[in-house]
């Protein structure tokens, strides 16, 4: 099992910026990926960035690229998403997600933290 612990939402103006940041500890030696979801009020939860863990490919969703960027300390067991030019329509609840290698889904999630973006 991995425990992940995300940290760094909160409240901000349009076109501001904020860090998230997920800490991983238990089995983390066995990680494929660790990715950030997102979810908003009444609508489904969505991939917004994913990194694998060995080599660090990344996938965004269309609606951020350019604006965030996932990273990671693979010594420190965490990932980061830094959020740029927040839109109102970024606001939800973040969740750190962890993936094992040979699975195909996130099987670990953090508690979730919420972004909200005041326009």
């Known amino acids: 099992q991995v425990q992940l612990v995300e940290s760094g939402g909160g409240l901000v103006q349009a076109g501001g910026s904020l860090r998230l940041s997920c800490a991983a500890s238990?089995?983390?030696?066995?990680?494929?990926?660790m990715g950030w979801f997102r979810q908003a009020p009444g609508k489904e939860r969505q991939l917004v960035s994913r990194i694998i863990w060995s080599g660090g490919a990344t996938y965004y969703l269309d609606s951020v690229k350019g604006r965030f960027t996932i990273s990671r300390d693979n010594a420190q067991n965490m990932v980061y998403l830094q959020m740029n030019s927040l839109k109102p329509e970024d606001t939800a609840v973040y969740y750190c997600?962890?993936?094992?290698?040979?699975?195909?889904?996130?099987?670990?999630w953090g508690q979730g933290t919420q972004v909200t973006v005041s326009s």
């Open positions: 997600a962890h993936q094992s290698p040979g699975t195909p889904k996130f099987g670990s």
């Open positions: 238990g089995r983390t030696f066995s990680t494929y990926a």
